[in-house]
């Protein structure tokens, strides 16, 4: 320590020297060659960074880091090579300027795009009509439900522009960082097809004001003379023609280049502004002097302004009472004689202001809604009127009629995509100064003025126009003027052009943004699919995309109708503002250590009302449309979790997984699993070869077929080494585990520990695999193959110190032998069985396994065989009747045999005179057994068996099969003993006399029971494609472990698959429910 510091402060002589023109030193850093060392010193001469020069490569110096950041640029997609192209084209330059985004500011680059957006179509075409339908009172509550709505998610929004940078994208960009690839995927489409349908509706806007207000001549087909569903039909024909005609040249003038459409913006944008302004213009105008507008009743009805000349039935003419043309419409002839309509003879036609002017008290009247039928005349309320309510109105096509039925949902659905457009403003973040102070700013500045438009012109509407022409949608009672235009100042023209060009403009606008937005998705490569769509022109155009959208803008073209397309864009816009209010709250409450936005007015209550908001207007709008979108969004959602590429973005979504997690493990942690909850949660040990491919792959499809306990799974191997040496070869083997799990679709996590030696590996594995209450309760681990041969040794000595520490820690131990005859995942047995030999009670890991493997399709069709084996004492009838009926209380179907065992007179007797004895004076008798087993004769060994060991009914006993009780004390680790419950608790002087025995006769005798059991097995379970049997427990002393191989060789030679068991001293099924 205190000689270190001298050499440091050498070191930094020896580098503070080159100021002073002494020579340095060649290679002045630590492990670096002297060609590098040279140049590393130039690089970072004077620069006081001589202890991090090793590192500069991974770990930059700040100020080159500061200066990345200070430079980056956040473009659109494709306008940086959109710009680069266009200078091209104008000619080759000797010194190009670098491409710069514009620097907006808040006002042109976030308030009036947003403006723009917000204000459109429904305002000019749709506000005047919903005000007359709903009334003052529930205009104002739509109104202000969907702003509220907008601001909600404008707030939300704001918080989620200002944490970070948001490249280009906006919306989707966001949805998708915060939520997750799934959900932004999904949300992305959903945004992209309201874009889609928003153009659509805009293009059949415009096609309206131009047929119905500017140019009815125009007409394809004639409407002239139709009436009721013709006319309709004729109108919607007419829509669709030009429709797709007006969709063409929109899309070719988005194709032939961007920059006309941006030009365009700011006169679209003026033409708005100054309707708006004209319509209060002419508000004030009403109050002063009150336009001449008059509007033609019969009784309270209204009549069409082509079905008269003038608003009377006869006029003076030279002292002549002479008919009009209103007469001739009602009458079957000129003459005042003439046979007219009833309605018409017994009320009056009287002539009232449409206008009567913001003074006028109107507001009284049209406070309150009048929603109608289809096909229902609209009626003045308040005036009087003689009709008789039985008999049906007659000349009705000489009233005006309501188009559509009405009701309060219908509206809300028409009214909302109004409000959209909000967005605007964080899809320009790449173009803006300052994107985290702009977005805000102009979004909420936007939305409060759209929102006080709007609502001003709620009570405005209501308060100077007559409720009859606000019902009016197309102004069939006012010479088919545009109802709005009829209040603005000085003409109406100037509404009828400038929502004309407005909706041209916002048209325009749709199907630019819209193929960019397919195309930062498609390019994003979470939905495969769409990955064509990514390409587009030289330029960065998206070409293909571009395309796409034209054709779903077609498919709204071709409904025709305005009301009916809004509702079906209104879900799309409010599924994408409930999924922004969703990610600013999950931030919020999962107080992620990156969420730190600049915008401090949020809360996540706000958040959550707003995400209950949007909700709430998708079932009100139209709840069968609503499902639909949901239902879209659902698939998408699915499709890119199981098709999509893995995207990891740092989103709430798996925030939300790991706090989820935490609680889950947490609460685990409480207590060990009730016997109805235990499944398998399995440890596959498995080794790797010299290039680290796993080595016996057919242990992970196993693993799999046995998962129908849906359990968790760790594939864990050792790497032999040292963690800095082989840390390479770690993550080789890693990525080979994740492989082959991926391949055999086994769910669940890889491991791989380095240690010094395979055996340390693997016991740390047990040890540590897992975390918290999510540990694993099962080991599989394959047999040792070719143990027999020396150079093997070593790992049938590992396989046994395994068993050895399952036994320890309370695991069940699985060992499958044969594994490469094991069937694949794509095999499928047509017949066989599955058979069970259940010598000792293991918990009931025996049953479970099975029935476990019948629920994958590799074993589903074959059958269930259980075999038990009964002593010479045992009554085998009552032992399978109460078999049968134990798996009838488990649920399990399958065939049940007892196999009947001759034993020796001698050794079942002294097996009862055990049982008999009390603890307390088994020592004695247990040394006269040692006696007389060291005197007894090799070819009279039988098995043995302890009667609670063998019979399913005495869950606790730990004893196997192996050896005479008297053996058990050495070849088990009998955890029972203290309890007294073991078979044998041999004193000092017995455990002398035992171990005095020639090792030879209990190596005979367990050789001599495992052949016994083989025998019984191979004749009966010959043909079986599974065989189960319990696993006997390993040798206390280390000297028998290749006699324990031994043994187990000889218990299932002749057997193509054996799966030997061994439970972990708890039960794992039981009777109840």
Known sequence: MFQFLPTSRHVYQVYSQVSDGHPKESSPFINSSAATDAEKSQQYDGKNMALFEEEMDTSPMVSSLLSSLANYSNLPTGSKEHEEAENNEEGARPSKKPVKAPQLGTLMGVYLPCIQNIFGVILFLRMTWMVGIGGVFGSFIIVFMCCSTTMLTAISMSAIATNGVVPAGGSYYMISRSLGPEFGGAVGICFYLGTTFAGAMYILGCIEILL?????????????????????????????????????LMALVVFVGVKYVNKLALVFLACVILSILAVYAGVIKTAVDPPVFPVCLLGNRTLLSKAYDVCAKVIEIDNETVTTKLWSSFCD????????????????????????????????????????????????RGLASDADPDSPPTSSNRYVLADITSFFTLLVGIYFPSVTGIMAGSNRSGDLRDAQKSIPIGTIAAITTTSTVYMSCVVLFGACIEGVVLRDKFGEGVNGNLVIGTLAWPSPWVIVIGSFFSTCGAGLQSLTGAPRLLQAISRDGIIPFLRVFGHGKANGEPTWALLLTASICEIGIII??????????????????????LACALQTLLRTPNWRPRFKFYHWALSFLGMSLCLSLMFICSWYYAIVAMGIATCIY????????????????????????????????????????????????????????????????????????????????????????????????????????????????????????????????????????????TVMVSWPRNWKQPEYHQQFRNFIETVRETTVASLALLVPKNIAAYPS????????????????????????????????????????????????DDNSIQMKK??????????????????????????????????????????????????????????????????NASTPTSPTSPTSPAGPAGAAATWTDNKGADKGTALLSPGPEAGKDFFNMKPNQID??????????????????????????????????????????????????????????????????????
């Open 212 to 248: 119905i207000y500017i140019i009815p001549q125009a007409a394809i087909f004639k409407i002239e003379g139709l009436e009721g569903p013709e006319a309709e039909a004729a109108l919607l024909n007419n829509m669709r023609v030009y429709g797709t005609l007006v969709l063409s």
């Open 333 to 380: 002839s000129d003459s005042l004689n003439a046979t007219c309509d009833d309605y018409f003879a017994n009320n009056n036609v009287t002539e009232i202001q449409g206008i009567p002017g913001v003074t006028s008290g109107i507001l009284a009247k049209n406070l309150f809604g009048n929603y109608l039928e289809k096909g229902v005349i609209i009626e003045k």
């Open 560 to 581: 025709a109708s305005l009301d009916a397309v809004a509702p079906i864009l209104s879900m799309f816009f409010l599924m994408c503002y409930m999924f922004v209010n």
């Open 638 to 777: 699915k499709y890119i979790e199981f098709c999509g590429a893995e995207k990891e973005w740092g989103d709430g979504i798996r925030g939300i997984s790991l706090s989820a997690a935490r609680f889950a493990l947490m609460r685990l942690e409480e207590g060990p699993p009730h016997t109805k909850n235990w499944r398998p949660q399995i440890l596959v040990l498995v080794s790797v070869d010299a290039e680290q491919n796993v080595e016996q792959p057919r242990l992970i499809s196993l693993t799999n077929q046995l998962k129908a306990g849906k359990g968790l799974t760790i594939v864990g191997t050792s790497v032999q080494g040292t963690f800095l040496d082989n840390y390479a070869e770690a993550q080789r083997a890693d990525q080979s585990l994740r492989k082959l799990m991926e391949t055999e679709k086994v769910k669940g996590f890889s491991q791989v520990v380095i240690s010094s030696n395979l055996r340390d590996g693997t016991s740390h594995l047990i040890q540590i695999g897992g975390l918290g209450g999510l540990k694993h309760n």
């Open 825 to 872: 995942n794509g095999e499928r047995f047509t017949e066989g069985h599955i058979d069970v030999w259940w010598i000792v009670h293991d918990g009931g890991m025996l049953m479970l396994l099975p029935f476990l493997l019948r629920q994958n399709k590799v074993w589903r069709k074959c059958k269930m065989r259980i075999f038990t084996v009964a002593q010479m």
């Open 882 to 947: 109460d078999l049968i009926t134990f798996l009838y209380h488990l649920r399990i179907d399958a065939a049940v045999e007892v196999v009947e065992m001759i034993q020796s007179i001698t050794d079942s007797s002294r097996g009862s005179i055990r049982r008999k004895n009390p603890p307390g004076m088994r020592s004695q008798h247990s040394a006269e057994e040692g006696a007389s087993l060291a005197e007894k004769p090799e070819d009279e060994v039988q098995l043995i068996h302890n009667k």
């Open 1004 to 1073: 005979v005798r367990r050789m001599h029971t495992a052949m016994r059991l083989n025998e019984v097995i191979t004749k009966k379970s010959k043909e079986a494609k599974l065989v189960l049997l319990n696993m006997p427990g390993p040798p206390k002393n280390r000297v028998g472990n290749e006699n324990y191989m031994e043994f187990l060789e000889v218990l299932t030679e002749g057997l193509n698959r054996v799966l030997l068991v061994r439970g972990g001293g708890r039960e794992v099924i039981t009777i109840y429910s």
